[in-house]
């Protein structure tokens, strides 16, 4: 019996150990997203535009990990033909998996929808 008390004195002592190391693991962990920052590119989109120029002048930052400029993706692009216009969506995650996403408009030349079989411009 009198070891059963030490058992549960040192299983005690132990499990506090324990939950401090996971708290102090958990309060360390980053939780900040990475910030997306815009630039003006000038840039009107056409079927024919390519990733890397919807890319260009966007730059992503995150307090852990620094420049993740690298690590933005293109998610999709909605046209508005009525608006002549597409929204870009990106995201950016940072080295713990914390994402940021955000949208651009850009003015758009796009085909009219068919009318008589033939596309315009």
């Known amino acids: 019996m009198k070891h059963s008390g030490l058992v549960a004195g040192i299983f005690t002592v132990f499990n506090l150990i324990l939950a401090v190391v996971c708290v102090m693991l958990y309060l360390r962990q980053d939780r900040e997203k990475p910030e997306l920052s815009f630039q003006e590119n000038g840039l009107t989109y056409t079927q024919q535009t390519q990733q890397s120029e ?29 608006d002549s216009s597409v929204v870009v969506f990106y995201a950016v995650s940072d080295m713990a998996g914390n994402v940021t996403k955000a949208s651009r408009v850009f003015p758009a030349r796009l085909p009219k929808a068919e009318t008589d079989g033939a596309e315009a411009f």
Request: aromatic fraction near 4%; proline fraction near 0%.
């Open 54 to 82: 919807l890319l260009q002048g966007i730059t992503a930052y995150d307090g852990t990990d620094g420049d993740v400029t690298g690590r933005i993706v293109i998610e999709k692009i909605v046209e508005n033909r009525e």
